[in-house]
């Protein structure tokens, strides 16, 4: 079922996440749901909090429109390990129509359970290893704007407003 993508400011958007205690049925209905939601969007990746359920589940696909899809569904994600540097421009299903250079670690590791309960591991690079840290922030309750400097997050704020009172 495709579930409605909360934007910001909206305050659900900065709560944690639990960990998931164990990998029910429910999980796995969130979890597609989750899919389904981010493939409709389009976008490449969601975190549980974005369709307002606070806990610490998250899909990423950064597959191109031409190739068959990678669903990666990460339960629990961790980062044990990063290295280098990235800054790249990114955006978000929950802030939509803004986008930003973001600095980032280049190369991550991180630790997950996958639906069936098994531990997984990745090392991911490039737009793979943005993926996974946007993500795994999203469960922090961080959004990639909260990573800009004061003054471009003071542009970005002001522009949100003006946006939220034409909407009016
Ligand atoms: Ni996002």
Known sequence: MIRTIL?????????????VSSITDSIRQLAADMAETMYDAPGIGLAAPQIGVH?????????GKNEPPELI?????????????????????????????????????????????????????????????????????RLFVDHLSPLKREIFQRKARKAAEEKR
């Open 55 to 63: 806990q610490a589940v998250i899909v990423i696909d950064i597959s």
């Open 73 to 141: 569904v990460a339960v629990n994600p961790v980062i044990t390990h990063a290295e280098g540097d990235a800054f790249e421009e990114e955006g978000c299903l929950s802030v939509p129509s803004y986008a930003a250079n973001v600095k980032r670690h280049a190369r991550v590791t991180v630790k997950a359970l996958d639906l069936s309960g098994a531990e997984q591991e990745w090392d991911a690079e490039g737009l793979l290893a943005i993926a996974f840290q946007h993500e795994i922030d999203h469960l922090e309750g």
């Open 7 to 19: 934007t910001y400011p909206n305050p659900e958007l900065k709560k944690k996440s639990a960990p």
